[in-house]
């Protein structure tokens, strides 16, 4: 059975189906199932789990009755209690996008690109009730250019997953217990939420550069205030190198026609451009300040107490 949710989720049933392990059942995210996943499923004949609490009486026993020989956790957003761990007859099986035990917990593709690493690592190991600790099998580097953002690096891990699974799936069928992990290297990283798009104007033009390639689609994309209203872009150059002191947030140029704007930053300033609302980029004018207005926003609050 399979548990999970996207691109990794898919590749993994994909291995299995190819490998002759029939795929019983798959249990999506809480969030639901993307049409990629359902459609897959129709086609192969698997039966869809959904809406479906993890931690139930019926939930276990519906997976004991199917005795399964693998459980697969793939971008799945619930941590599984110890007896579902403990019930396939082979192995639990966790593919964390991450050089483990570096980037445990939540979003590893968004915290690695906003890191700005060189490479990202796909990782499978056993599973644990504590999340991202089981032993490792499998660790492929995935070599990462300025040219990658959020959507190209899930394609490019997504794609290393069946060469991981087969390294995995086959040490787990011989016995192979896994390269444990040192305790005491590594961090937790949490989920990103709603509201961390948001971009900081005193960051350097690399963190913001890498920062806007971490959230481009299908993710949040990276957001900043002007008049109030949110404005959000879907790409980001470092192609003005020159540092000098300014205010961070001023709008220094712009191109209506190119669509792109250039924004001071802490050290120098960042040519940012596929702006959205395409309305709210219109209005903007060189000189005009980016982000939160402190100022403006400390007034307002004076007035609503008065």
Aim: neutral net charge; contains cysteine; proline residues 6%.
């Amino acid at each position: 059975m399979v548990l999970g949710d996207g691109p990794f989720a898919l590749k993994a049933m994909d291995f299995l189906i190819q490998a002759e392990i029939a795929v019983r059942l798959f249990v999506p995210r809480s969030s639901g199932i993307d049409k990629a996943l359902k459609a897959f499923c129709s086609d192969k004949a698997i039966k869809l789990a959904e809406h479906t609490k993890v931690e139930t009486d019926d939930f276990y026993n519906e997976m004991k009755s199917l005795e399964p020989d693998f459980l697969i956790c793939a971008s799945f957003d619930r941590i599984l209690p110890r007896r579902l761990i403990e019930l396939p007859k082979v192995a639990a099986l966790n593919i964390h996008a991450a050089p483990l035990p570096r980037y445990r917990g939540g979003s590893p593709l968004n915290w690695q690109l906003i890191a700005g690493e060189n490479h990202i690592v796909l990782t499978i190991h056993y599973m644990k009730t504590k999340v991202d600790s089981g032993n490792i099998l499998a660790q492929i580097h995935i070599p990462l250019s300025s040219d990658d953002n959020y959507s190209s690096v899930i394609e490019k891990t997504s794609n290393t997953v069946p060469e991981a699974m087969l390294i995995a799936v086959t040490k787990a069928i011989a016995g192979d217990p896994g390269r444990p992990m040192d305790p005491n290297k590594g961090f937790y990283l949490p989920r990103r939420k709603p509201g961390d798009e948001f971009l900081d104007w005193n960051w350097s033009a690399q963190t913001i550069f890498d920062f806007v390639r971490a959230l481009t689609d299908p993710g949040p994309r990276a957001s900043t205030y002007f008049n109030d209203k949110i404005l959000s872009f879907g790409n980001a150059s470092l192609e003005y190198k020159e540092s000098f002191v300014g205010i961070p947030g001023t709008v220094l140029a712009l191109s209506r026609n190119e669509g792109w704007i250039l924004v001071k930053c802490a050290d120098s300033a960042i040519k940012l451009g596929n702006i959205l609302p395409q309305e709210l980029f219109e209005q903007i004018r060189v000189g005009d300040r980016l982000g939160v207005n402190l100022n403006l926003l400390w007034k307002k609050l004076l007035e609503r107490k008065s």
